[in-house]
């Protein structure tokens, strides 16, 4: 269940209580009887790796052309084609990684088409995205360079649908060989004589459908292939910079990928291994043929929306508990490399290109997701929101020169202080939030030690009508706790290119008396607050 965390331990000498008042329909009854968030400070939790807030650019729609590559020559402002103000404000978010060329079009990807001299580029259909023409401008170069002035590590996946092992060997020794390989040459002569660093490679994606439609057991097959000969050859790439190989596991339900995975991989011989498994999760409030609007909506899809989404506690805990029968000491990490609301496309654009607004149901879903995550870290190290520009839960929307910032960016951004944290464990009795016949925890929250020892809450109210006072007991404490808070007028708030600011972070400050803080949460909002 959200909100309980996995290391509920005893309560020990050092504990924080926090109190909420919890006035809504069930818990009316409740509504002032403190709710109570035992946090235990002597019982560090695991590593929060940063990677868990990573990105995912795929060729689709606009989120690579238009909204990263503009080209050399496009008034735009750039570097070497690549948008400085997207650039600008993945780096403030502190972008950790960007998976990259897909997604379905990974499958379809061949690296060759994107080398060389502009002139030289191969056009082809992208099939899986609305068969418009995929011009090859942005290739591996580009990506590189790309993800280098995020600050970003890169995520590559590799065509196991309609390429080849030898495709995929051969891009690997064009990056990293460090030798006068021919392929290195061939690197050098288009610009980049040193190796570059991939840290982390995907066998695959989907391969149980856009990927292939393989059965489980025949991926397999392939992919031991894959991660044998898809070598790393960078030689700085040691250690706890080795690349990272990622199968392709859990689609939203079906187990038979994670469970063949894994059981393959303990029986593996010394030729091939893997360090990750994926999980693809979205969040879809109604079904699949008819999602709902991503804008425009009220009470009802909000709701929905928020009972989808907390499905993916329950996604990580089943896939986790098939690794744990594998691999008890936990070697393979957990990658949640797709995940988030997919949404109708907006009316009138192309239904191909999966564009959809972002508003503040999209902000607590982000921060939901993001504390699972955090609450699963010994597991999860790895995580890729879909998408990071103009695609499904977008980070960032651009319309030609202009460009805006989503609620979910926003989340992304106070989540800052959480990267390479330390999970404090935490329980929480978190009330209940009702709509109709759905029911759903009113509140969350995650609490984590940052590396110079100071306290971070993210805390969520899912309430969208009521607010939310919190109160956190520590006693003798005569500090501060101040932060940011997120939240807006209504649920579908937004922000567009003539109003970028209606949903943004405003300063956020706990009242501390006694030994006791109180902190007032607005209805449908977020808090990431610093505890002094
Ligand atoms: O993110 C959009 C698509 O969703 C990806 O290409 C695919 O992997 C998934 O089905």
């Known amino acids: 269940m959200i909100g309980i965390s996995m290391t509920l331990r005893p309560l020990l000498a050092t504990t924080l209580a926090i109190a909420l008042i919890a006035p ?26 940063r990677n868990i807030f990573g990105q995912f650019a795929e060729h689709l729609g606009t989120g690579i052309y238009g909204g990263v590559w503009v080209g050399t020559d496009s008034p735009i402002p750039n570097v070497r084609g690549i948008r400085t103000d997207v650039v600008q404000a993945l780096r403030a978010i502190k972008a950790p990684n960007i998976r990259w060329p897909g997604g379905c079009f990974a499958d379809e990807y061949h690296w060759r088409d994107g080398i060389g001299p502009a002139e030289n580029r191969v056009a082809r259909l992208n099939a899986s995205w609305g068969n418009v023409i995929e011009p090859n401008s942005f290739g591996t170069h ?59 490679l995907g066998l695959g994606n989907e391969n149980w459908g856009c990927g292939g439609a393989m059965s489980a057991d025949h991926y397999v097959e392939e992919m031991k292939q894959y991660a044998h000969y898809s070598r790393n050859l960078n030689p700085a790439q040691t250690g706890p910079d080795a690349m990272q190989r990622v199968a392709v596991g859990w689609d939203s ?71 744990d029968r594998y691999d008890p000491d936990r070697k393979v990490a957990l990658y949640v490399d797709e995940w988030g609301l997919w949404a109708d496309p907006t009316p009138g654009s192309n239904p191909g290109f999966l564009q959809q607004q972002n508003t503040m149901r999209d902000a607590v879903i982000a921060a939901l997701n993001l504390n699972i995550f955090m609450r699963h870290a010994d597991r999860v190290q790895v995580a890729n929101i879909a998408q990071m520009v103009n695609v499904l839960q977008a980070m960032i929307l651009t319309d030609g020169p202009r460009m805006v910032l989503t609620p979910t960016y926003h989340v ?108 007032d949460l607005s209805p449908r909002s977020v808090a990431v607050v610093k505890v002094q």
């Open 142 to 200: 580009e990506f590189m360079d790309f993800a280098d002035q995020v600050g970003a590590e890169v995520f590559l996946s590799v065509n196991v649908g309609s390429g080849t092992v030898q495709e995929a060997a051969d891009w690997l020794e064009y990056l990293t060989a460090d030798q006068p390989t021919t392929l290195a040459q061939e690197r050098a002569a288009n610009g980049h004589p040193e190796p570059y660093k991939i840290k982390y």
């Open 412 to 519: 992304y951004d106070l989540y800052v202080p959480f990267q390479d944290a330390t999970l404090v464990p935490l329980s929480l009795g978190e009330g209940v939030y009702t709509f109709g016949d759905i029911s759903l925890p009113r509140s969350d929250a995650v609490a984590a030690r940052d590396k110079d020892g100071a306290l971070w809450l993210s805390l969520v109210n899912v309430d969208p009508n009521t607010p939310l006072t919190l109160t956190l007991r520590l006693p003798g404490a005569t500090g501060t706790a101040q932060g940011r808070l997120l939240t807006a007028p209504s649920v579908d708030s937004h922000n567009t290119f003539d109003s970028p600011d209606t949903v943004k972070p405003v300063a956020f400050a706990g009242r501390v008396s006694n030994g006791q803080m109180t902190f």
């Open 24 to 49: 809504t329909a069930q818990a009316q009854v409740a509504a002032t009887s403190p709710i109570a968030i035992t946090i235990d400070l002597d019982t560090p939790g695991p590593t929060i790796n």
């Open 253 to 323: 339900g079906n187990e038979d990928y994670t469970e063949t995975v894994m059981q393959a991989w303990k029986d593996k011989v010394w030729s091939w291994d893997i360090e990750g498994v994926s999980l693809h999760g979205y969040t879809i409030p109604n079904s699949w043929e008819a999602k709902g609007p991503s804008v425009g909506f009220g009470e009802d899809e909000y709701a929905k929306a928020i009972k989808a989404t907390l499905k993916m506690e329950g996604w990580v805990t089943a896939q986790t508990a098939i690794m």
